[in-house]
């Protein structure tokens, strides 16, 4: 691997960068630790060139300033590449240029402003109910069970469950697109394999079908906005529609999947702090933000540089490909006093980027803290001890930062 940028300020600095993993290497996800890889690029070059004979070269930004100039200058770094990095960046990213995620203005807001008004602040409370409805039945029946595996059997099922309506799912179906949601982005590393594409035409599917009825009876959920817009002049395809669809429902689904799961996992790590939650200790609020904080379950996010600019003093040119790590930036130690530490009474704090920025900060940001939240309350008051059974497996990906399996027990007191 290939590591430049900045100046390197430490004798025998230059030897150690040019010794680190590789940022996009699958075992290092797997293994649950590059932080600190992360935590050398912040201090020794933290806007650096990264390329091997496997992987395109690309810049990684790991702090969090210039990252997120980044991520909220469309103007000068674009989304309309992909948003991962590929092993060739030349290679078209599916969908790139069409779904909401990986659009700029005009089209981003063409396709956000007819949907905007269904993740608003007073939407998602409108859901609160059904939240801890959902939240209650599965902890109940996982209970009752004794045992489940905490990643599929409660967290992917919650946000589908919860936002069913919202996301034009019905009861029955929530199951098997959970499971092709987790198996889409289980498999980011291979994008293009039969596996990821599979899963993403099984939702391309559901959505293309929900179209075509939402024509005939239009209802409150995303499609039905989206194509009421259409009908009323706005310049959006039916393809876009469909795809921007797929973006949103694994959205609405991975950050809250991994943000639970690794939330949870961390508490019964830290004794101390899970403790403090279940004596009412900690303000709901305060460890819901320090649990997306800590979790970023969207590791990073790439833009393409649209124009010859300087980034934290680092020349880049148009057309270079920008990584940036926004795990990494939640722990940046110039922002996050005592950045390491998992502390569920940190106060929230306006430079958390788990949702990203700008125009394309996470439509469901207030879901995902609304299900966090709740799930959090609920996990406090249960009835019951929670006991790690396995070892939990780590999704092998330098995509998503979760967790693929989180076996646990339930001991009634």
């Not at 290092?28 to 060139?49: H, I, K, M, N, Q």
């Not at 990213?93 to 956000?112: E, K, N, V």
């Not at 939640?330 to 940190?346: Q, T």
């Amino acid at each position: 691997m290939t590591v430049s940028g900045r100046p390197i300020p430490a004798t025998g600095a230059a030897e150690m960068l040019a010794d680190l993993p590789s940022l996009t290497d699958p075992a290092l996800y797997e293994r649950g630790d590059p932080y600190a890889v992360w935590a050398v690029l912040r201090r020794e070059c933290p806007v650096s060139w990264h390329q091997s004979e496997e992987q395109s070269g690309y810049w990684a930004v790991t702090t969090y300033e210039p990252g997120l100039q980044v991520l909220t200058d469309w103007r000068r770094f674009t989304s309309t590449k992909g948003v991962i990095v590929r092993p060739s960046m030349d290679t078209p990213y599916p969908g790139a240029g069409r779904m909401l995620g990986m659009s700029d203005p005009p089209l981003h807001d063409r396709l956000r402003r007819p949907i905007a008004a269904l993740f608003s602040s007073r939407a998602i409370a409108g859901l609160a109910d059904r939240t801890r409805r959902t939240v209650r039945e599965l902890l109940a029946a996982a209970v009752a069970a004794g045992e489940c595996d905490f990643v599929s059997d409660v967290a992917a099922q919650i946000p589908l469950a919860v936002a069913g309506d919202l996301l034009a799912i019905e009861d029955d179906e929530v199951d098997r697109l959970a499971r092709a949601i987790a198996s889409a982005a289980d498999n980011t590393n291979d994008i293009d394999g039969a596996v990821a594409q599979k899963a993403h035409f099984d939702i391309l599917r559901h959505y293309s079908r929900v179209m075509a009825r939402r024509r005939q009876n239009p209802g409150g959920d995303v499609v039905s906005a989206l194509i009421g817009a259409q009908a009323d002049g706005v310049e959006i395809t039916d393809a876009e529609i469909v795809v921007s669809c797929d973006n949103i429902l694994g959205a609405a689904s991975e950050t809250t999947r991994h943000s639970a799961s690794v939330g949870l996992l961390t508490m019964l790590e830290n004794p101390d702090q899970w403790q403090a939650l279940r004596d009412g200790r900690v303000p709901l609020r305060n460890a819901t933000e320090e649990i997306l904080r800590w979790t970023a379950p969207v590791t990073h996010m790439l833009r393409v540089a649209k124009e010859d600019t300087v980034l934290d003093g680092v020349p880049i040119r148009a057309g270079d490909p920008l990584a940036v790590w926004i795990a990494s930036m939640n722990r940046d130690e110039s922002v996050f006093e005592r950045a390491d530490e998992f502390l569920l009474h940190r106060p929230p704090s306006r430079y958390m980027t788990a949702f990203g920025g700008g125009v394309h900060y996470c439509l469901g940001a207030g879901l995902a803290r609304l299900i966090i939240s709740t799930l959090l309350e609920e996990l406090a008051t249960l009835d019951a001890e929670i006991i790690v059974t396995g070892t939990p497996r780590r999704i092998a990906s330098p995509v998503v930062g979760g967790l693929a399996t989180l076996p646990v027990e339930f001991r009634r007191r």
